[in-house]
Protein backbone atom coordinates (compact mmCIF):
# COMPACT_ATOMS: atom_id res chain seq x y z
CA UNK A 1 0.00 0.00 0.00
CA UNK A 2 1.45 3.40 -0.89
CA UNK A 3 2.16 5.61 1.51
CA UNK A 4 0.14 8.54 1.97
CA UNK A 5 1.40 11.83 2.01
CA UNK A 6 0.45 13.86 5.08
CA UNK A 7 -0.16 11.51 8.17
CA UNK A 8 -3.79 12.30 9.31
CA UNK A 9 -4.35 10.83 13.13
CA UNK A 10 -7.86 9.67 11.65
CA UNK A 11 -6.05 7.49 8.95
CA UNK A 12 -4.72 5.45 11.48
CA UNK A 13 -7.95 5.42 13.99
CA UNK A 14 -9.62 3.83 11.17
CA UNK A 15 -7.05 0.84 10.87
CA UNK A 16 -7.06 0.39 14.19
CA UNK A 17 -10.58 0.12 14.73
CA UNK A 18 -11.11 -1.74 11.71
CA UNK A 19 -8.32 -3.70 13.45
CA UNK A 20 -10.21 -4.19 16.46
CA UNK A 21 -13.78 -4.94 14.78
CA UNK A 22 -12.77 -8.11 12.91
CA UNK A 23 -9.82 -9.57 15.33
CA UNK A 24 -10.60 -7.92 18.63
CA UNK A 25 -7.71 -5.76 20.96
CA UNK A 26 -5.05 -8.40 20.10
CA UNK A 27 -5.38 -7.80 16.51
CA UNK A 28 -4.48 -3.57 17.31
CA UNK A 29 -0.67 -3.33 17.25
CA UNK A 30 1.79 -0.38 15.72
CA UNK A 31 2.99 -2.79 13.22
CA UNK A 32 -0.13 -4.28 12.02
CA UNK A 33 -1.73 -0.28 11.60
CA UNK A 34 1.68 0.82 10.15
CA UNK A 35 0.98 -1.95 7.70
CA UNK A 36 -2.35 -1.06 7.00
CA UNK A 37 -1.86 2.35 6.33
CA UNK A 38 1.40 2.81 5.33
CA UNK A 39 1.90 5.59 8.01
CA UNK A 40 5.62 4.45 9.97
CA UNK A 41 5.82 3.53 13.43
CA UNK A 42 7.79 6.09 14.83
CA UNK A 43 5.05 8.32 13.61
CA UNK A 44 2.38 6.78 15.17
CA UNK A 45 4.00 6.42 18.38
CA UNK A 46 4.89 9.86 18.00
CA UNK A 47 1.29 10.73 17.87
CA UNK A 48 -0.42 8.22 20.33
CA UNK A 49 2.59 7.40 22.97
CA UNK A 50 1.91 4.09 22.88
CA UNK A 51 -0.27 1.55 21.78
CA UNK A 52 -2.42 1.90 25.02
CA UNK A 53 -3.20 4.97 24.09
CA UNK A 54 -4.28 4.29 20.34
CA UNK A 55 -6.60 1.64 21.42
CA UNK A 56 -8.01 4.50 24.54
CA UNK A 57 -8.09 6.89 21.70
CA UNK A 58 -10.00 4.79 18.85
CA UNK A 59 -12.89 3.85 21.40
CA UNK A 60 -12.82 7.17 22.40
CA UNK A 61 -13.75 8.52 18.63
CA UNK A 62 -16.26 5.56 18.50
CA UNK A 63 -17.57 6.05 21.63
CA UNK A 64 -17.96 10.03 21.04
CA UNK A 65 -19.46 9.71 17.78
CA UNK A 66 -22.46 7.21 19.45
CA UNK A 67 -22.81 9.77 21.97
CA UNK A 68 -22.86 13.04 19.49
CA UNK A 69 -25.45 10.97 17.37
CA UNK A 70 -27.50 9.84 20.72
CA UNK A 71 -27.82 13.72 21.78
CA UNK A 72 -28.68 14.79 18.43
CA UNK A 73 -31.29 12.63 17.99
CA UNK A 74 -32.81 13.98 21.74
CA UNK A 75 -32.98 17.45 20.44
CA UNK A 76 -34.22 16.58 17.43
CA UNK A 77 -37.32 15.88 19.29
CA UNK A 78 -39.04 17.77 21.44
CA UNK A 79 -41.36 14.91 23.02
CA UNK A 80 -40.11 12.50 25.34
CA UNK A 81 -41.53 9.51 24.17
CA UNK A 82 -40.06 9.87 20.50
CA UNK A 83 -36.81 10.85 22.42
CA UNK A 84 -36.14 8.17 23.72
CA UNK A 85 -37.06 5.86 21.05
CA UNK A 86 -34.43 7.84 18.96
CA UNK A 87 -32.06 7.12 21.26
CA UNK A 88 -32.77 3.29 21.89
CA UNK A 89 -32.26 3.60 18.06
CA UNK A 90 -28.93 4.95 17.87
CA UNK A 91 -27.03 1.56 17.36
CA UNK A 92 -28.88 0.69 14.56
CA UNK A 93 -27.86 4.48 13.19
CA UNK A 94 -24.35 4.24 14.03
CA UNK A 95 -23.93 0.54 12.04
CA UNK A 96 -25.14 2.10 9.17
CA UNK A 97 -22.92 5.45 9.51
CA UNK A 98 -20.22 4.34 10.90
CA UNK A 99 -19.79 0.25 10.66
CA UNK A 100 -16.67 0.09 12.25
CA UNK A 101 -17.37 2.29 14.97
CA UNK A 102 -20.48 0.53 15.35
CA UNK A 103 -18.29 -3.24 15.56
CA UNK A 104 -15.96 -2.10 18.18
CA UNK A 105 -18.63 -0.84 20.76
CA UNK A 106 -21.36 -3.48 20.16
CA UNK A 107 -19.25 -6.56 19.99
CA UNK A 108 -15.61 -5.92 21.20
CA UNK A 109 -15.62 -5.59 25.37
CA UNK A 110 -14.21 -2.14 26.96
CA UNK A 111 -11.84 -4.14 29.52
CA UNK A 112 -10.50 -5.99 26.57
CA UNK A 113 -9.17 -3.31 24.79
CA UNK A 114 -8.89 -0.44 27.42
CA UNK A 115 -5.81 -2.13 29.76
CA UNK A 116 -4.94 -0.80 33.31
CA UNK A 117 -1.82 1.44 31.45
CA UNK A 118 -4.33 3.91 29.79
CA UNK A 119 -2.55 7.67 29.98
CA UNK A 120 -4.65 9.81 32.53
CA UNK A 121 -6.08 12.44 29.80
CA UNK A 122 -7.33 9.28 28.06
CA UNK A 123 -8.82 8.03 30.85
CA UNK A 124 -10.09 11.42 32.15
CA UNK A 125 -11.62 11.54 28.73
CA UNK A 126 -13.69 8.10 28.96
CA UNK A 127 -14.97 9.42 32.25
CA UNK A 128 -15.91 12.26 30.34
CA UNK A 129 -18.34 10.45 28.31
CA UNK A 130 -19.59 7.95 30.57
CA UNK A 131 -20.25 11.01 32.65
CA UNK A 132 -22.35 12.59 29.34
CA UNK A 133 -24.39 9.32 28.86
CA UNK A 134 -25.46 9.42 32.57
CA UNK A 135 -26.54 13.26 32.35
CA UNK A 136 -28.60 12.79 28.83
CA UNK A 137 -30.13 9.73 30.83
CA UNK A 138 -31.27 12.07 33.84
CA UNK A 139 -32.13 14.70 31.18
CA UNK A 140 -34.12 12.13 29.65
CA UNK A 141 -36.15 11.29 32.92
CA UNK A 142 -36.93 14.86 33.48
CA UNK A 143 -38.58 15.72 30.64
CA UNK A 144 -40.81 12.63 30.87
CA UNK A 145 -41.36 12.55 34.86
CA UNK A 146 -39.71 15.47 36.25
CA UNK A 147 -37.28 13.64 38.15
CA UNK A 148 -34.00 11.90 38.09
CA UNK A 149 -33.29 9.37 41.09
CA UNK A 150 -31.84 6.28 40.44
CA UNK A 151 -35.12 4.54 39.49
CA UNK A 152 -35.78 6.95 36.93
CA UNK A 153 -32.90 6.55 35.36
CA UNK A 154 -32.88 2.80 35.43
CA UNK A 155 -36.04 2.99 33.26
CA UNK A 156 -34.13 4.93 30.82
CA UNK A 157 -31.07 2.70 30.90
CA UNK A 158 -33.43 0.11 30.22
CA UNK A 159 -34.74 1.57 26.97
CA UNK A 160 -31.38 2.51 25.96
CA UNK A 161 -29.01 0.00 26.79
CA UNK A 162 -31.17 -3.53 27.64
CA UNK A 163 -33.68 -3.33 25.30
CA UNK A 164 -31.49 -2.61 22.42
CA UNK A 165 -28.74 -4.99 23.18
CA UNK A 166 -31.59 -7.79 23.23
CA UNK A 167 -33.33 -6.71 20.26
CA UNK A 168 -30.91 -5.89 17.73
CA UNK A 169 -27.70 -6.72 19.14
CA UNK A 170 -28.09 -10.30 20.50
CA UNK A 171 -29.46 -11.51 17.96
CA UNK A 172 -27.83 -9.92 15.01
CA UNK A 173 -30.80 -7.59 13.88
CA UNK A 174 -28.87 -4.32 13.42
CA UNK A 175 -30.08 -4.16 10.14
CA UNK A 176 -33.84 -5.83 10.36
CA UNK A 177 -36.93 -3.27 10.40
CA UNK A 178 -39.20 -5.39 11.97
CA UNK A 179 -36.77 -5.43 14.76
CA UNK A 180 -36.22 -1.97 14.80
CA UNK A 181 -40.28 -1.51 14.82
CA UNK A 182 -40.33 -3.99 17.89
CA UNK A 183 -37.11 -2.48 19.38
CA UNK A 184 -39.54 1.90 19.96
CA UNK A 185 -42.62 -1.18 20.93
CA UNK A 186 -41.25 -2.16 23.78
CA UNK A 187 -39.60 1.48 24.72
CA UNK A 188 -42.98 2.47 23.86
CA UNK A 189 -44.01 -0.51 26.69
CA UNK A 190 -41.23 0.28 29.03
CA UNK A 191 -42.24 4.23 29.27
CA UNK A 192 -45.89 3.65 29.61
CA UNK A 193 -45.06 1.97 33.23
CA UNK A 194 -42.83 4.36 33.98
CA UNK A 195 -40.63 3.94 36.78
CA UNK A 196 -40.94 2.47 39.88
CA UNK A 197 -42.37 5.02 42.68
CA UNK A 198 -39.70 6.67 45.04
CA UNK A 199 -39.99 5.87 48.35
CA UNK A 200 -41.73 7.60 50.86
Not at 35 to 47: D, K, L, P, Q
Not at 171 to 197: S, W
Request: aromatic share 4%; net charge negative; charged share 25%.
Amino acid sequence: MPRPRTHDPDTVLDAAESLAASGGAAAVTIRAVAAATGVSNGAIYHTFGSRAELLGRTWIRAARRFLDMQSEAVAADGDGVEAVIAAAETPAVLAERFPHSSTLLLTVRRGDLLGGDLPEPVRAELTGLDRALVELMKDLAVRLWDRKDARAVDAITLCLVDLPTAVLLHRDRLTDPTARDQLRAAVRAVLAVGPAPTHR
